[in-house]
């Protein structure tokens, strides 16, 4: 059978209550689709238009399709009274019989289970007055039953990609306070080396801290870019030799050569050590975020996508950087408080499940490296449903 391209869209009301983490993690635990691409749109008028004229035209006709056509409209436009937008995540899987893997995980718009079996048994409603009439309609998320509807979807969103998607700072739940701090957090290689609850449970622990996310990336990282990220590391890991290395230096030659060696010498050996033992450290680093030693990849291919995978997401509020790195814990795992996200998911100082930005500046200078609000839909579009 030949892999198809499914979608999910997140809608506003659950990830303004910050179940973002819970359903993503339903999708990767329950199917064995490849998690390919993540994008935040904040639809205008014309794509929630659109979108809904889709949902309502579409055969056979249901009274389904006219509910979910009717919420489009409601739920997904921006206010009528501010102008500011809703937030909206979309994910794409792609996999054999992804359409039907991704549909069945996620259950019927009118909730026809009610176990919580489903995404939408679990983060949506469907509340029916006395009468029949529908009270009260949440499902959750939407997603497309058959290939010719995920085509005509999709299409349509990457349409709109550009103008409508990547970091929505004026989103109607994030608020005008001048203090508002942007941060980058990364979840590593290490939460995609097999398909689990990891990356939706980080990012429900991530929830607490009362931030938006405004911004969502899945990538593969390049060797260049690993290279400029985590350059200024490599001066802080010949330093930090010094402090670890020469005890273990005057050790070795006490031991080897029999005699006290003097500390100006060691010193002198540890500033010309220091060096080497950085740019192996940062060789595996660098290996770790991209499955590729830069010494080892010929330099016409640092700008190619890596082999391991990466989620960006861009964190909006007060004292973002602060309470994002709180969350995450110590560098090292084994010093992190339990119930932060190195303590329960990281192994040691590099594998240690996620990278969070130190400061404002350093969010900048890494946003400007990763691009979280570059288009990494309609390329994946184009392949799978070309015009």
């Known amino acids: 059978m030949a892999s198809e391209l499914a979608f999910v869209m997140i809608n506003p009301y659950p990830i303004s209550k910050s179940r973002t983490g819970g359903i993503i993690a339903r999708y990767l635990a329950r199917t064995d689709l490849n998690f390919v691409a993540a994008r935040m749109f904040g639809p205008g008028n014309d794509l929630v238009r659109e979108y809904a004229d889709i949902v309502r035209r579409a055969e056979p006709a249901t009274e389904t399709n006219a509910l979910i056509a009717d919420y489009i409209l409601r739920a997904y436009a921006p206010s009528a009274a501010t102008g500011k937008r809703r937030r909206v995540m979309l994910l794409l899987f792609e996999g054999e019989d992804a359409i039907q893997k991704i549909w069945d995980v996620t259950g019927s718009a009118t909730m026809k289970w009610g176990s919580g079996q489903t995404v939408r048994d679990t983060y949506g409603d469907y509340i029916l007055n006395d009468d029949g009439s ?103 890991l010949a330093e930090k030799f010094k402090e670890f290395g020469a005890g273990r230096v005057a050790s070795a030659l006490t031991r080897e050569l029999g005699f006290a060696v003097p500390d100006t010498c060691v010193m002198d050996l540890c500033d010309r050590l220091g060096p080497i033992f950085a740019n192996i450290q940062f060789e595996t680093i660098v290996k770790f975020m991209t499955g590729y030693k830069p010494s080892e990849c010929p330099t016409e291919d640092h700008n190619v996508h890596g082999k391991e995978e990466c989620l960006a997401m861009v964190y909006s509020g007060v004292d973002a950087v602060n309470k994002i790195r709180t969350l995450l814990g110590t560098t090292d795992p084994s010093k992190a408080l339990p119930g932060s996200v190195r303590h329960e998911f990281g192994r040691d100082i590099m594998v240690n499940a996620a990278h969070a930005s130190d400061s404002p500046e350093s969010a900048r200078r890494e946003l400007g490296i990763i691009q979280v609000g570059q288009d990494s839909i309609k390329p994946l579009v184009d392949q799978y449903y070309p015009v």
């Open 134 to 236: 529908v009270r009260y309609f949440e499902p959750a998320v939407l997603v497309a039953p058959t290939m010719t509807r995920a085509a005509r979807t999709l299409h349509l969103w990457a349409k709109h990609s550009e103008k409508d998607g990547g970091l929505i700072e004026d989103a109607m739940d994030l608020g005008d306070n001048p203090d508002v701090q942007r941060t980058l957090v990364i979840l590593k290689p290490d939460n995609f080396w097999s398909r689990s609850l990891r990356p939706g449970s980080i990012i429900d622990l991530l929830s607490s801290a009362g931030l938006r996310i405004i911004g969502v990336k899945k990538f593969s990282m390049t060797v260049a870019q690993a290279e400029e990220f985590y350059g200024p590391v490599k001066q802080s």
